[in-house]
């Protein structure tokens, strides 16, 4: 089976029982396809011309085998002189950040004991043995969160002067809570009726799991436009139009973060500074995506209509979060400005390319 499957890719990825999925990224450096032999069906993903990457993505899958709940790495190979393929099960379902849209029409929010559910299993991966060479990546939260581009450089540099308070903010929680990262985007989990698979481990940081909560609860949803309404700076900055895109209630998320407060265990960090430590890692998390949709819609590239709303959530979301954190620490309110800059800057670009001010946001 193994042979014939690497024979398929070798030869034809488009042979019988090789269909490509998606392409994960734009330039061609990593293909997915699914695999259908007649003994069973394995997800391949084959990185071109990045041998390094494969080989740390390698050695991260074997990190968390052990556990029932992620998806097992059946095989590698290397294909030729610059292509590498790994081969792991094949999982049916979808991935949980399109179930988060499918429950805003239904029950509006993921079943709190799966929620703890999955927080349990993101709390054991992050648990295991520090891993080697840990690399940061231009989100991780002891960085810029800003994309490059996005700013201009004399903004960026005046940016991160304002911001550095948050940075030692995040470094405090590392040095607290300290574990592996392992980027548990909601797109990197699955989910199959009550059946959790955790899919996806090239990118680990030994920082903390903390900021894999962050991505959980605050990664947003996927809803498109259908309503008309204003993209100006008032609609998108407005005090509740972002929770219509939010993944949970504030009360669920209240609850969640309860839960791994206590897994830790730590009596001597209060429930409350530990909620600060969440709140400022949720303002790094939210910075880094309202630049990179900033980004995409300044230039008008990518669907817009999936893009905007997920630009009015983070947004959003950052302007409630400085509203509770100014009266911890006044430094905020510059952070508050920025992001009012940032998002005029946005709308501005928006309307000279496109000459229309009138999009749609549904909830």
Not at 89 to 94: A, K, L, P, Q, R
Not at 256 to 262: E, Q, S, V, W
Not at 268 to 275: A, P, T, W, Y
Request: net charge negative; hydrophobic share 35%.
């Amino acid at each position: 089976m193994t042979n014939r499957t690497e024979q398929c890719l070798i030869l034809d990825p488009q042979s019988p029982g090789i269909e490509e999925i998606y392409q994960t990224v734009p330039n061609n450096k990593v293909k997915t396809y699914k695999i259908v032999t007649p003994t069973e069906t394995l997800f391949g993903k084959v990185y071109f011309d990045k041998p390094k990457t494969a080989q740390k993505e390698i050695s991260n899958a074997r990190l968390f085998e052990e556990f029932e709940f992620v998806s097992k790495l059946h095989f590698d190979t290397q294909l030729s002189n610059t292509s590498w393929l790994l081969a792991y099960e094949y999982i049916d379902g979808i991935d949980l950040q399109k179930y988060f849209s499918s429950l805003k029409d239904i029950s509006g929010e993921l079943d709190l004991s799966l929620s703890i559910r999955i927080i349990d299993q993101i709390y054991n991966l992050s648990r295991q043995q520090n891993v080697p060479n840990s690399s940061f990546s231009d989100s991780t939260p002891l960085c810029s969160p800003i994309r490059e581009g996005f700013l201009s450089d004399k903004d960026h540099l005046a940016f991160i002067d304002c911001y550095k308070f948050v940075l030692d903010k995040n470094s405090s929680t590392v040095k607290s809570f300290p574990g592996i990262y392992s980027d548990r985007n909601p797109r990197n989990i699955i989910i199959n009726s009550d059946k959790v698979t955790h899919v996806d481990f090239g990118r680990l940081e030994n920082t903390s799991m903390i900021f894999d909560l962050i991505k959980f609860i605050r990664n947003g949803t996927d809803i498109q436009i259908s309503s008309t309404d204003e993209f100006s700076t008032e609609v998108i900055l407005s005090n509740d139009n972002y929770k219509r895109y939010s993944s949970f209630s504030a009360e669920t998320e209240a609850t969640l973060l309860r839960h791994t407060y206590d897994l830790f265990n730590r009596s001597e960090i209060s429930f409350r500074d530990f909620q600060i430590m969440y709140q400022f890692g949720c303002i790094h998390n939210h910075f880094f995506y309202l630049s990179k949709y900033g980004k995409l819609i300044s230039e008008n590239r990518g669907d817009l209509r999936k893009i905007m709303p997920r630009f009015v959530y983070h947004s959003g979301a950052l302007k409630d979060l400085f509203v509770y954190l100014t009266h911890y620490d006044d430094r905020v309110i510059d952070l508050n400005a920025w992001l009012s800059k940032m998002v005029d800057s946005v709308v501005t670009q928006h309307k000279q390319n496109n000459n229309s001010s009138r999009y749609t946001f549904s909830n």
